[in-house]
Antibody, heavy 118, light 108 residues
Framework: EVQLVESGGGLVQPGGSLRLSCVAS????????MSWVRQAPGKGLEWVSS???????FYTDSVKGRFTISRDNSKNTLYLQMNSLRADDTALYYC????????????WGRGTLVTVSS | SYELTQPPSVSVSPGQTASITCSGD??????ACWYQKKPGQSPLLVIF???KRPSGIPERFSGSNSGNTATLTVSGTQAMDEADYYC???????????FGGGTKLTVL
């Protein structure tokens, strides 16, 4: 079955860290770019970060220097290391399979919830 | 930074046609796509590369993109089409992906 399964979310204090994971199955993971997209409570979709199949990375301005996207093609797994977390990082984080060159998302996971609060 | 603008809400009667717009500077020079988002569900791609429908998406969903505006059209709208719809494009100059703010489609 073609699917993405996220994990690693939870409650963290401001300034803390979390690492999200996304395990892919049913497609040639290493051949595709992958991305993280988030949705804060009551807000719209927001792109967070993407990584090409070869490892080139892209970030939205608000997370540059705090978040790091990476992938392990041998484990079909995408990661998002989140440091210096802030209250406005609170959101449901989706992992998304990304079509290269035109950069749209044709497969989404169910999401993992990150709550930043003291 | 590049921005995409959508109307917050659109209303349509069942069986009628709904059009949702997405505006951005020279958007027609980029590829636009559209996602359907229902509460408690993951986003679903309904249109990519301006006009293409993924497998399994009903033919009543169509798209266009020209000038500064991309449009998602839902013909013969059904109650099940009630959802939030988001446009998205890729800004090649920065490598950034951009989403519109979303439009709530209400089927009255």
């Amino acid at each position: 079955e073609v699917q993405l399964v996220e994990s690693g979310g939870g409650l963290v204090q401001p300034g803390g860290s979390l690492r999200l994971s996304c395990v892919a199955s049913g497609f040639a993971f290493s051949s595709y770019a992958m991305s993280w997209v988030r949705q804060a409570p009551g807000k719209g979709l927001e792109w967070v970060s993407s990584i090409s199949g070869s490892g080139t990375t892209f970030y939205t301005d608000s997370v540059k220097g705090r978040f790091t996207i990476s992938r392990d093609n041998s484990k079909n797994t995408l990661y998002l290391q989140m440091n210096s977390l802030r209250a406005d990082d609170t959101a449901l984080y989706y992992c998304a399979k990304t079509v290269n060159s035109v950069w749209f998302f044709d497969l989404w996971g169910r999401g993992t919830l990150v709550t930043v609060s003291s | 930074s590049y921005e995409l603008t959508q109307p917050p809400s659109v209303s349509v009667s069942p069986g009628q046609t709904a059009s949702i717009t997405c505006s951005g500077d020279k958007l027609g020079d980029k590829y636009a796509c559209w996602y359907q988002k229902k509460p408690g569900q993951s986003p679903l791609l309904v249109i990519f590369q301006d006009t293409k429908r993924p497998s399994g998406i009903p033919e009543r969903f169509s798209g266009s993109n020209s000038g500064n505006t991309a449009t998602l059209t839902v013909s013969g709208t059904q109650a099940m089409d009630e959802a939030d719809y988001y446009c998205q494009a890729w800004d090649s100059s920065t490598g950034n992906v951009v989403f519109g703010g979303g439009t709530k489609l209400t089927v009255l």
